[in-house]
């Protein structure tokens, strides 16, 4: 079974690579990053760099299709490459799938018109204008329509645990699950806007217009 | 303030890019992949690639050592460029870290003889071999000694987090938190063998043959 995620410019890394993490544990997935082309796509602040092994029309029919987000959607959504092969892959895949403002892309690619969806706490009125109904929820799933979408960043681990059951079985994800150590113990209770205070979403602001 | 992030061939990939992915979101923080040599290396098996942007001998003197584990820890424990560069870094850090099986990498440099740390489950009898005193938690700290030890993969995030509260404050902390939404909520409760039934073992060991 082929698993093929999505790289691009000024992605967020975590997006791609919990996933990545949980998937590759599993002997009967291939994982393969694809891309506009071949070679490196730097990831948000051009800190890290990952490697696009096959271009979008190399890999014309994976079983799942993984998008991950980042602000390097912002320019992915009026149509392109990466648009038209989620749009494309879709009627053959047996899931398509997304972790943050990557379910902008399945928006954008007409898979969620009218469908319950989520994306990271910061685009979701962009996901409401792209023809989704925002759910504060951290994975929804549409089986009917084979697809599965995660909230922020760090969401695609749970993600993808619950992908892993679907695509084999829950012995599977577990499994996964026990070789990842995926027992989270976060230091703090911060994980969304609504359990923080106002000086953590104060440097909440000043940081992403740093980067914006 | 400069966190350097060791890469080397058939390295975890997540054992990097959760610490990274905290740690990124903090503009105070400049990250660097450091490396062998420049250029890509492959995390373990093979299907992703990930850019070293500096060889050890150019980043000598980081604020911050993150040393991930993964397949490819086992042929640098005998010594090399790695366990070299972070036994010549370490007094000059503000702590030095790992994740997984990078804790054997730090017992190897002989930072950790007497001391509790921690690793990825499977490699408990290998971190007492090397002369820590192996503890069954997910993250533990020696403030005194400048150092933070994450045990499996996933656990990384867990251990960044609480490293931003230590380099910057408690609210980067939670501002990075709530940048990478992690809200954990993972579908099963299979983080640790001890969590989990001899069906799911069994499954881990096949998996984990695989990949050897």
Redesign the interface.
């Known amino acids: 079974m082929q698993v093929a995620i999505a790289a691009f410019p000024r992605m967020?890394?975590?997006d791609a690579?919990?996933p990545?993490?949980v998937l590759?544990?599993?002997?009967a997935l291939?994982?393969?990053?694809v891309g506009e082309r071949r070679g490196?796509v730097r990831t948000?602040?051009g800190?890290?760099?990952?490697?696009v092994?096959a271009a979008y029309d190399e890999v014309p029919s994976p079983d799942v299709v993984v998008v991950p987000g980042g602000i390097g959607t912002r320019s992915l959504l009026d149509g392109g490459p990466l648009v038209d092969w989620v749009r494309a892959t879709y009627p053959g895949t047996r899931f398509t799938t997304s972790v943050?403002t990557g379910s902008l892309v399945l928006a954008a690619a007409g898979l969620l018109n009218g469908l319950a969806a989520t994306t990271?706490?910061g685009a979701v009125d962009k996901l409401a204008e792209l023809g989704a109904k925002p759910v504060h929820r951290?994975?929804i799933e549409h089986l009917d329509q084979r697809l599965v979408i995660a909230?922020?960043?760090?969401?695609g681990?749970?993600m993808a645990?619950?992908l892993a059951?679907l695509l084999v079985d829950?012995?599977?994800?577990?499994?996964?699950?026990?070789?990842?150590?995926?027992?989270?113990?976060?230091?703090?209770?911060?994980?969304?806007?609504s359990?923080?205070d106002a000086?953590?979403?104060a440097?909440?602001e000043?940081?992403?217009a740093?980067?914006a």
């Open positions: 967020t890394a975590l690579i919990g990545y993490e590759q544990r599993i002997p291939d994982l393969v990053f490196e948000e602040n800190f890290l760099g990952l490697t092994d943050c990271h706490w951290r994975v909230a922020g960043v760090s969401s681990i749970d645990l619950r059951e829950t012995t599977a994800a577990k499994a996964a699950q026990t070789l990842i150590e995926y027992d989270p113990e976060p230091p703090f209770d911060a994980g969304h806007p359990k923080v000086a953590v979403m440097r909440v000043e940081y992403r740093v980067r």
